[in-house]
């Protein structure tokens, strides 16, 4: 299972990527192997404020859908209008063209509460 | 990413085939199955296309005997067991004594005097239990589902692989018809029959065969582009064919006729469990009906339990829901208020406290072209 060493990693599998005063997010590749053939993403709105561990997007699976939370803290800046055509990035390239959304970090010293690549590693083994 | 807990879980015989393969395995009911293996719609455009084989050795089999097993069945039963020669079958319901659905199953004739009851593996043991309450004296029912496994071989190529596997010397029954190989030597049931909407079989044989079998169909199917397909592509491929599914659609809260089942329900017979509210049913309508209905937008897919709407007003509730992968649409079917259960209905579903467009459809949902 792909984990890439210079993301960060949540609980519940989601991936962290610092850009500046950003993190753009997505799922990792155990997670998008565990849910498979995603078929609909519900993304955030642009503007949005979220905690830590807020409800903030929607994956679906032909069988399920799932609940995607925010990292951490901050705003929604950006999100992957390509998902709407083609939700499948997110099984394709998960680490990639599959990111869901960037979020603006209230404080970037909050990554740092995240698990690294190896502690993810860990929890998944 | 739960870890399944193997508490009171039930292993077919086919378990650790499927953990061989790196199926995904889920708990349903008290059993632990796969629910996938090389995904969803992999394994749903397979059996459309080419052909597909699932472990069925969860599925229960109550057999009753003697003399009067037929007459007896016909009380316990919706369909008309009179109408069975030796070596066909026929789908039907089991209710109480409301009219409620207990179970859905397929009884088989196979011998005169002898009844082939395969019925939903979460419903075995109840479905035991009641018939044998209700049993008469002079005939014996036993439940022999630990005996049997099970597959479902589903797929346009299913006789391209029965040819394979036994050659040119057994024909396939026809459809709804079973046939015994043990005249030819092979403990096998081979059923026509399924759940997918494709030509296809149902075969039962003894439970030390399983592994058996099941290497067999697949390393013969191999040719044919079969793949091993687990609970979610089931899923998918019987609500295309809007085929109900107990315990989601259909419950002890909801009768045949609401459900538009009424086709398998033989009321000319004088007696039968149930008979009395599904005649009063029939005649003066039920308040819901069970529709399907189809998205029209590119919308997230339906689920259970979502709610039904149309002009502002709740009409009901979806029983089941999934994307369809060879409509690549949002399906599903649904309870609604009788008045608005027409096909060409402009419903709504709620999903997340939004509200999608969709209608209500005719069964099936899917056709092949």
């Not at chain 2, 879980?9 to 395995?25: C, F």
Request: proline share 6%.
């Amino acid at each position: 299972m792909n984990v890439p060493d210079d993301l960060f990693y949540t609980e519940s599998h989601e991936w962290v990527r610092q850009e500046g005063e950003n993190a753009r997010v997505g799922i990792t590749d155990h997670a998008q192997a565990e849910l498979t053939d995603v078929v609909y993403v519900e993304l955030p709105k642009i503007g949005a404020q979220t905690e830590a561990r807020g409800q903030i997007a929607v994956v679906e699976s032909v069988k399920a859908a799932s609940d995607i939370y925010a990292p951490v803290k901050g705003t929604v800046v950006e999100v992957n209008k390509a998902l709407e055509g083609n939700p499948a990035l997110i099984n394709t390239d998960p680490f990639g063209e599959g990111w869901i959304f960037v979020l603006k970090m209230d404080s970037t010293d909050d990554v740092k509460r995240l698990k690294d690549a190896a502690a993810y590693r860990k929890a998944i083994a | 990413m739960t870890p399944v807990s193997d508490a009171a879980q039930k292993k077919t015989p086919l378990y650790e085939e499927h953990v061989r393969l790196g199926a995904k395995m889920i708990p349903f009911g008290d059993w632990i199955m796969p629910v996938q293996y090389s995904g969803i719609m992999d394994e749903h455009q397979a059996v459309r296309k080419n052909v597909g084989v699932f472990d069925i050795s969860h599925m229960g089999q109550l057999v009753a005997t003697g003399p009067t097993a037929g007459v007896w069945l016909n009380e316990m039963l919706t369909n008309n067991t009179q109408k069975l020669e030796v070596g066909t079958g026929q789908y039907t319901f089991l209710l109480n004594e409301s009219g409620g659905i207990i179970d859905d199953l397929i009884v088989y004739r196979t011998a005169p005097e002898e009844f082939l009851l395969v019925v939903n593996a979460s419903r075995t043991d109840e479905d035991f239990a009641w018939l044998e309450r209700h049993r008469a004296n002079d005939l014996a029912l036993s439940n022999r589902s630990a005996d049997y496994g099970g597959l479902a071989i589903q797929g346009p190529r299913v006789v391209d692989l029965f040819q394979s596997i036994l050659g040119d010397d057994v024909d396939l029954p026809p459809r709804n018809a079973i046939v015994d190989l043990a005249a030819k030597g092979k403990e096998l049931l081979i059923a026509r029959t399924g759940y997918t909407g494709e030509d296809g079989v149902e075969v039962f044989f003894p439970t030390k065969d399983a592994a058996m079998v099941w290497n067999e169909v697949l390393d013969k199917g191999k040719a044919l582009g079969i793949r091993p397909c687990g609970l979610g592509a089931r899923d998918t491929l019987r609500l295309e064919m809007c085929y109900p599914l107990n315990g989601s659609d259909l419950s002890p809260e909801h009768n045949p006729i609401e459900a538009g089942l009424g086709f398998f329900v033989d009321l000319k017979k004088p007696k039968f469990i149930g008979r009395e509210e599904l005649v009063k049913a029939k005649e003066t309508g039920t308040a819901n009906r069970l529709v399907p209905f189809r998205m029209k937008s590119k919308g997230p897919p339906p689920r259970p339990h979502y709610s039904v709407w149309r002009d502002g007003e709740q009409i009901g509730e979806a029983t089941s829901g999934t994307l369809s992968p060879s409509l690549n649409q949002g399906i599903g079917m649904a309870y609604v208020a009788a008045p608005h259960a027409r096909a060409g209905t402009e419903i709504e579903i709620e999903i997340r406290g939004q509200k999608f467009p969709g209608t209500i459809e005719k069964k099936p949902l899917y056709k092949k072209s």
